[in-house]
């Protein structure tokens, strides 16, 4: 979408907290659906900054043509082999570990507040 060079920070990824708000609009007059694409830098800085501007496809436009959204989106969306990969975990896998590791450190703290009692 041409806007990498405003949201990417010099390791190759947006900062951890980051955010990206999509908002749909609806044009009255026209009768045309539109979007707008907002971005956040940090959990640091409040500003949300309009970013829809900066998208080649959009041409400087406060506004962009649904279209457009819709044509990205099908480039970049996850085969369905892949999504079982990408959003498939087992959650008990690691809870175990962190139900050790609790279970630990609470014997550990009790183990320690008796022997100064």
Request: hydrophobic share 35%.
């Amino acid at each position: 979408m041409g806007i990498q060079s405003q949201v990417v920070i010099s390791g190759g990824y947006p900062a951890y907290s980051a955010a990206t708000i999509v908002e749909l609009w609806m044009n009255n007059t026209d009768n045309q659906p539109y979007f707008k694409l907002l971005y956040r830098t940090s959990d640091v800085e409040d500003e949300i900054y309009p970013i829809t501007p900066k998208l080649y496809e959009c041409g400087g436009k406060a506004y962009c043509k649904l279209d457009v959204f819709r044509s990205y989106a099908a480039r970049t969306k996850i085969e369905e082999p892949d999504m079982e990969k990408w959003c498939s975990t087992d959650p008990r896998k690691n809870a175990a570990i962190s139900l050790w590791s609790f279970s630990t450190i609470a014997f550990i703290l009790m183990s320690y507040s008796w022997s100064h009692i």
